[in-house]
Structure formats: structure tokens, C-alpha cells
């Protein structure tokens, strides 16, 4: 885990619920979808966070609400040590250009009736580049992503998929961001260009010294850029950890359920045991009592029912919230302690081993967020 004083990117207890309304006159709020809820992390400067769930479990949302294309409903959202809720109008600008998103459709994300030159110059524009110099900068950034400068003046729909994903990142690179936000930025190329652009992305990363966060599901890509892991379900975040810790020791079942179903081509892991995760997610307009994932667990017993676990610390940095925690001995368990990420509406209960009784003792008061 990359150590920094001052995280880039510091996120509070961030939730974003959306209104459901019923009534063509009235037009009344009857319920919430709670998209993303009560999620804590930080970010260290030139780390990246591979970000990881399933559809709908709010990953997407969470890095618009970082971005602020989507306003938070409550929580925190710092970055370099400013919150970003209370800038006025010119700072959040000023801001936003050290911070750019990558999106997950390249076609879609650039505008069809201008020269990709043109849409890379505007970047280099709001950085105050001077007119006689935008088309040496846009040739240069081509190039340090990759591209024939020469092909400035064509439109986006005369490349292929990764070529337009290139031109993505280099409009991102135009402004000299500090982070920049993945969007499942390879779901959409052939297996050979993923591997093209992972490998750009990392050379980018040490080139410039950035910082990522990187949406996906596909978990082998993201144990290939991650230096730590984020797993979420149903708007929670359930296991922080760093990557190789993570792949090597899932805590959370939700997590050992997803590295399961990585298919392994060798075939003496034809016989591997598989944890198969069943059912579907519950409707976040009415998430369950207690822990998210109880419904669909093997371990869940009634405290998962009445206490929603805390976010707990193992060793090596390994937090994860549950009750029942998978591959932890009970030197492990007695070391634990409660996270400062951990939501505000979780309890106290300390873990015991999957398979133990569900009357658990608390957490010490030492252990707790002050």
C-alpha cells in the first residue's frame, strides 16, 4: 500500500439516494434509491484503486459523485485537501481539470462531428496554451499515447475501438490532470487492444506520476493495475485491501465469490472448489436489515441480521465488513480492530470465524472512530 501525509483524494461517508416519485400533479418522493451508501476511502498520490462489484452495485455512481456529475446527497469529498461540496463555481473548474474521467464507450464520449484534433485542443485550451502552439501539443500528446500525430485531422468514427480510447485519454492528459477516472475503460475492446491499453496506462502512470481509480469487472485486469481493491454490493463497500492480499485472502464471501468465478486456464484447477454466489441482488429502494449480502450468503446467521457489520481491520492494511470472515485465524480475529471508514449506521459486534456462534463481543472503544 502506497503511503502518502496528505491523501489526493479523501472520501467521507458519501452516499447518493435517488428520489422515486409517484403522482403526475403531486409529484411526491415515496421512496429512495440508495445508489451508493455511506461509502469511506482514500486515495495516495500516484496509487491506484481498482474499483470492483457487480452491475448496479453503485461503482459507476460513486466516481460521477467524485467527479461531482452527480451531487452527492450527503458526505465528503476532498481532493488535495479542499472539499469539493463548499468550492464556488471557478474553483470547482479549476479543480476539475486535476481530475478527468476516461469513459467506457469511446465512440459515445467523442464528439462525432469534430477532428479529434479539435476535441483534444479544447483541453489544451482551458490550460491556456497559446493558438500557434495547441497543434504541436495535441501531435505531442497522440504520440505519448501511441497514436500517428499524423491522423489529427480525421473524425472519430475513421478509428477502431482502441484507437478512440487513446484519444480519450489523451483529451484527459490535455489539462495535466493529477487523477484520472477510469470508467471501465477496456470492457469494450478486443482482448489483445485491452492489453495495449493496461499497458499504456501503466507506462502513463510512471511517466507522469498519476493517480487512478479504475472501474471494472473484469478482477484479472484489475490485480494487473490495482495497488489496492475496492469490492462493492448494493451501494456498500465491503472489502478495502491491498490487490495481492486480496486475490490471495478474499475475507468477505461476497468477494471469495467473484475471485471464483475467474476462469483459470490450467487445468489442474479443474477441481477447485467454486463458491457460487446465488440469487440475485436485493432492490435497493429496500435494501435487508443488517448485513446487504446476508440474503445470498452461506454464512448468515441472525446477528447478520440485526447488526450491519462494521468495516474491520485485519492485518497488512485488509479491512472487510462481516460478521463471519473467511481465511482469518483467531490470532487475526483477536488483533481486529474497528475501522474509521466504517459506515455510521454499523454496529459494534466484533467478528468470529464463519461457522462460530453469532453472539460475538463488541469491539473495544479504543478501536472505534473517534
Known sequence: MIVSAQPLLEVEHVSLHFP????????????????????????????????????????STLVRCLLRLLT???????????DMSTMQRTDRRAMRRGVQMVFQDPQASLNPRKRVGQIVAA?????????????REVRGLFAQVGLNPEHIRRFPHEFSGGQRQRIGLARALAVQPSLL?????????????????????????????????????????????????????????????PADE??????????????????????AARNRERIIVRGEPPNPIDPPSGCRFRTR??????????????LTEYTKGHLAA??????????ELLMATRSSLSPLSAGDARPSAAGASSEAPTLSAAAKPG
Do not use: W
Not at 450468503?297 to 462494521?310: G, L, N, S
Open 20 to 59: 422515486v416519485n409517484k403522482g403526475i400533479v403531486t409529484n411526491r418522493v415515496i421512496a429512495h434509491i440508495r445508489a451508493v451508501d455511506d461509502v469511506s476511502f482514500t486515495l495516495a498520490r500516484h496509487e491506484t484503486i481498482g474499483l470492483v462489484g457487480e452491475s448496479g452495485c453503485g461503482k
Open 123 to 135: 483541453g489544451l485550451r482551458l490550460r491556456g496554451v497559446a493558438r500557434d502552439e495547441l497543434a
Open 181 to 241: 477516472v477510469l470508467d471501465e475503460p477496456v470492457s469494450a475492446l478486443d482482448v489483445s487492444v485491452q492489453g495495449q491499453i493496461i499497458n499504456l496506462l501503466s507506462d502513463l502512470k510512471d511517466e507522469l506520476g498519476l493517480a487512478f481509480i479504475f472501474v471494472a469487472h473484469d478482477l484479472a485486469v484489475v490485480r494487473h493495475v490495482s495497488d489496492r481493491v475496492a469490492v462493492m454490493y448494493l451501494g456498500k463497500l465491503v472489502e478495502l485491501s
Open 246 to 267: 486480496l486475490y490471495a485472502k478474499p475475507i468477505h464471501p461476497y468477494t471469495a465469490g467473484l475471485l471464483s468465478a475467474i476462469p483459470i486456464p490450467d487445468l
Open 322 to 331: 462481516c460478521h463471519h470472515p473467511l481465511n482469518v485465524d483467531e490470532r
Open 297 to 310: 450468503c452461506a454464512y448468515a446467521t441472525d446477528i447478520c441480521t440485526e447488526i450491519e457489520p462494521p
Open 72 to 82: 452527492p446527497t450527503s458526505g465528503a469529498i476532498r481532493f488535495e485537501g479542499r
